[in-house]
């Protein structure tokens, strides 16, 4: 059975006389440190110097040098990104790690497939909000709370997880519940959502549009129908509130005969043992080595290009001009230079193969 904890799982007595350090003052650094802050904490902030730490100026808190701010601090949160983190961590974070201290990660990536070699002398936990940074801060102030992972991968101080409720009460999520996993549950459950369900989801749905399209149905009317009228974040609101199924009662019964009916035509999709393959793919630890090379980086670059080029992107500013809403400059990417292009030979077929995809 897993543990689940809430409310009254958290005594936030385990967190007084201690300083926190927030790394990382982004979308989910601000919304964090605010939370904590608001729940009686002690807070600073360890930036580089750009706008994220004059935005952390501009709230109120005292603001260091990442260096800074670990020296001084009892519980580190690790809010940068993953692909960064290992540099920053051995550079900045490391020798100036108090012993016995805390170090709070929100992603499970880096230690769960040790990417990051952690100190033996401080405790390692995971708080990881399934909530966006802007969510996280509007839940804890409406009282709502918001659902996270938590995990503990090492207790130095034999307090581990009183510290994580702790944490995790005086951020606001408790009030909805945190789950525990491990670290590397979390970053494959994260890794899996994004691989396995995006991309399927994905591919469906630019499969209805140009079924639709190459029957005649207007752009306009067909972009509006499957995604832009938000119809569907209102959907999927409701699976969240009430469930899958029982969401099926807020549509028409003529549109709950039609899913129901016409679904079992999509029973058979191939689509369980590609999942499959790519949630084997993360657990072994093959996507992490492929993205860690340099070479994948500039992979990545030449993938990204293509997206951008796909029909869909073109077909959508069109329609979003038409419809008289923003146009987002998101359609152009900068071209692969000849010095990059030369460096992916070695992989030119497998290149290719996504240049056919996407355009």
């Known amino acids: 059975m897993v543990n689940i904890y809430h409310e009254n799982d958290g005594n936030l007595s385990f967190l007084k006389d201690k300083t926190i350090a927030m790394i990382g003052y982004g979308n989910q650094g601000r919304a964090q440190a605010l939370n904590l802050r608001d729940s009686g904490l002690n807070v600073i902030i360890g930036n580089r110097s750009d ?51 805390a170090l709070v990660f929100a992603s499970g990536y880096n230690i769960g497939f040790k990417l990051i070699k952690h100190p033996k002398d401080v405790d390692i936990l995971l708080l990881a909000p399934r909530m966006i940074g802007v969510g996280v801060r509007e839940n804890y102030l409406n009282k709502n709370g918001f659902f996270s992972f938590i995990a503990i991968e090492k207790d130095f101080s034999g307090n581990a997880l009183e510290i994580l409720l702790a944490l995790a009460k005086a951020i606001g999520t408790l009030k909805k519940g945190a789950i ?19 991309p399927a989801f994905g591919r469906v749905l630019l499969s209805a549009i140009y079924t639709l399209i190459d029957a005649g149905y207007p752009p306009e009317a067909v972009l509006v129908e499957m995604y832009m009228s938000n119809e569907m974040s209102y959907t999927y609101k409701k699976m969240a509130d009430v469930g899958l199924i029982k969401q099926v009662d807020f549509h028409s019964q003529t549109s709950q005969y039609g899913a ?27 996507f992490t080595k492929e993205w860690e ?24 500013k ?12 998101i359609y152009e ?10 460096t992916l030979k070695d992989i030119e077929h497998e290149i290719k193969l996504f240049e056919q995809y996407y355009i």
């Open 293 to 316: 090379k340099k070479m994948t980086k500039l992979k990545f670059k030449m993938i990204k290009f293509f997206a951008t080029k796909q029909k869909i992107n073109k077909l959508e």
């Open 180 to 198: 525990e996993l491990t670290f590397k549950q979390e970053a494959e459950l994260d890794l899996f959502n994004e691989q396995g369900f995006g």
């Open 333 to 342: 990417e900068e071209s692969p230079t000849k010095e990059e292009l030369e």
């Open 51 to 101: 706008r994220f730490k004059q935005m952390a100026i501009n709230d109120g808190f005292s603001t260091f040098s990442i260096e800074e701010a670990v020296n001084k601090s009892d519980i580190t949160f690790l809010l940068i990104p993953d692909e960064i983190m290992n540099v920053v961590f051995e550079t900045q974070i490391r020798p100036n790690l108090k012993s016995q201290s």
């Open 318 to 329: 069109l329609v979003r001009k038409n419809l008289n809403l923003k146009i987002y400059d």
């Open 260 to 286: 129901m009916s016409r679904g079992i035509k999509f029973r058979k999709l191939p689509v369980k043992p590609v999942m499959e393959s790519i949630l084997k793919n993360i657990q072994n630890g093959e």
